[in-house]
């Protein structure tokens, strides 16, 4: 009934574990929280005193059981630190994928001696980060998801969602890809209207680091005070801007796309 927190992240592996629990439970919020899929595609579990929607395979839900099989593939990419950002996006019209309304951006960041904290902060060594700093960060970006998400305007009623994956290209196989994925047909994404990013937060561990980003439309922006994200103990504000200021996507090609 609760997603548990390892008590020390001493191996490579107890973090992986911590990633992998950290990056369903973030999908599984987004997807609750913006309406993608029923309650009935949901169970119910505690993360500190948080209460999550975690997705689950749902016979009378396809979408949510696809999604889990995507999350996998993910996983494996994940484990053998191919995969750099796997980007979930929702498009509303099926016959055109490219023009999305919103996306979820999850940076990945991983090296043999520790994560590589270069997001705009003073660089840290891996003995700085203590299981409860990790904690402490897997919490506050729950928070930020939940009030990001509860104070969005609503997508529209009839959505589409794909993933996509970019890949570490010096490190990963040509011809890999991971269950479930096939070869990118196109690149870019592109919006009708005026995209803001923003930049929610990040979890470090000893051996890995978990971004989030979102990209939503501007008019979806107009009710939420930049500033809301600084309740519930969060200590930074929500960054927002209208231009992307990392654009992984311009030092990076998207290898795979899940199968439609």
Known sequence: SAVVFPKIIATEQQSLMLVKRLLAVAVSCITYLRGIFPESAYGTRYMD????????????????????????????????????????????????????????????????????????????SDSTISCADTRRASILLIRKIYILMQNLSPLPDDVCLT?????????????????????AEYEGLMFNEEPMYLNVGEVPTPFHLLKLKITTEKQRMENVDKNILKQGGAAEPLQVGREDPEEESKDMNVRAQIVL
């Not at 490190?171 to 994925?181: I, K, R």
């Open 49 to 124: 005193d948080v209460c999550v929607k975690i997705l689950r395979e749902d016979k009378n839900c396809p979408g949510s059981t696809q999604l889990v099989k995507w999350m996998l593939g993910c996983y494996d990419a994940l484990q053998k630190k191919y995969v750099s950002l796997p980007v979930s996006v929702v498009y509303t019209h099926p016959e055109d994928p490219q023009t999305v309304t919103e996306c979820y951006h999850f940076k990945f960041k991983y090296t043999h001696k520790g994560p590589l904290l270069d997001f705009g902060r003073e660089k840290e």
């Open 163 to 183: 993933m996509k994956l970019l890949y570490y290209d010096e490190v990963t196989p040509p011809d890999y890809q991971p269950p479930g994925f096939k070869e």
